[in-house]
């Protein structure tokens, strides 16, 4: 485990632990917690952009096309 100090906003930090408080949580939980979000988020963001970099433009569209045209014949009935 590492100790880290950051500094914060008076209000932000008030904030946050209130945040805390009203989950039941320590402001180290708290913390910990969002930051497990951000880099999930993050890997999630990463993961997508490396498929995207080598899928096929034009075989996408075409899905995209196709789930249109599915929509559509839905929604007339």
Partial sequence: MSTLT???PDDTAQRL????QSRGL???KLVEQLSAHALSAWD???HF???AATGNVQQALAVLDRLDAAD???AAK
């Avoid at 632990?17 to 805390?20: D, R």
């Fill in 49 to 51: 952009r490396a498929v």
């Fill in 6 to 8: 950051i500094r914060l």
């Fill in 72 to 74: 559509v014949g839905a």
């Fill in 26 to 28: 320590s402001m180290n």
């Fill in 44 to 46: 999630t963001e990463n």
């Fill in 17 to 20: 632990k209130s945040l805390a």
